[in-house]
């Protein structure tokens, strides 16, 4: 049994900050590429960022803002969120697509974020 683990969720306001954080457990060996999206109220769910040895990504909305990280060892990976606007508040699911050792992608439950103004 594998699953994403999310954490970090909550209130804060306008230009504060929040940490979120994803983590692999189970039996899985390795996970390369760990992704980071989000679905506002009434908004399609858009790709946030995004982490592969290839390097990182990031919506143009975030870029500048957020960080995506990692640590492979534990399977992990981490969204630090700074300068955090109303736009912001949406639900975040942590995302790790189909890729060797992992050939069914997997979700995570999501975690509210709410950025009050």
């Known amino acids: 049994q594998v699953q994403l683990v999310e954490s970090g969720g909550g209130l804060v306001q306008a230009g504060g900050s929040l940490r979120l954080s994803c983590v692999a457990s189970?039996?899985?060996?390795?996970?390369?590429?760990m992704a980071w999206y989000r679905q506002g109220p009434g908004k399609q769910r858009e790709l946030v960022a995004r982490i592969s040895s290839g390097g990182t990504n990031y919506s143009d909305s975030v870029k500048g803002r957020f960080t995506i990280s990692r640590d492979s060892a534990k399977k992990a990976v981490y969204l630090q969120m700074n300068s955090l606007k109303p736009g912001d508040t949406a639900v975040y699911y942590c995302n790790a697509p189909r890729q060797p050792y992992l050939p069914l992608e997997l979700w995570g439950q999501g975690t509210q974020v709410t950025v009050s103004s």
């Open positions: 189970g039996s899985i060996f390795k996970i390369n590429v």
